[in-house]
């Protein structure tokens, strides 16, 4: 049983870089669960993460619904600008409508998070 915590100042981000689907359902899981305990909770997608968004995007993926509510509630802070261009995944992200981030030579900075009061955790 979870207590609902509903202070705002409590913020968290999640940076997931593996590509591994079954590890990215937990990125989601928790993403979510920060959002409906009243958390401010974010996810940046990094490394090989952003190669999941074209296939999170197909109806029937198992990641789809979970990836649309995480859509939906605005949890989805962007996905690695380098990392998407290296990976071949800009188009795949900007068709999702996600937007590409990296003021750190491309990549998303930790720095940016750290200095807002958020705890950053990596996936």
Do not use: W
């Amino acid at each position: 049983m979870s207590e609902k915590n509903s202070d705002p100042k409590q913020k968290t981000v999640l940076f997931a870089f593996r590509g591994d689907p079954l590890c990215f359902v937990h990125v989601l899981l928790n993403g979510l669960d920060l959002h409906a305990n009243g958390q401010q909770g974010k996810i940046v997608l990094e490394g090989e993460s952003v190669t999941l968004v074209e296939k999170m995007s197909q109806p029937g993926h198992f990641l789809s619904d979970l990836y649309q509510k995480a859509k939906d509630a605005g949890i989805i802070h962007g996905a690695c600008k380098a990392c998407s261009a290296k990976l071949k995944a800009t188009k795949a992200v900007e068709n999702a409508g996600i937007p590409l981030i990296g003021d750190m030579s491309g990549h998303p900075a930790m720095s940016q998070f750290l200095a807002q009061g958020y705890q950053v955790i990596t996936f």
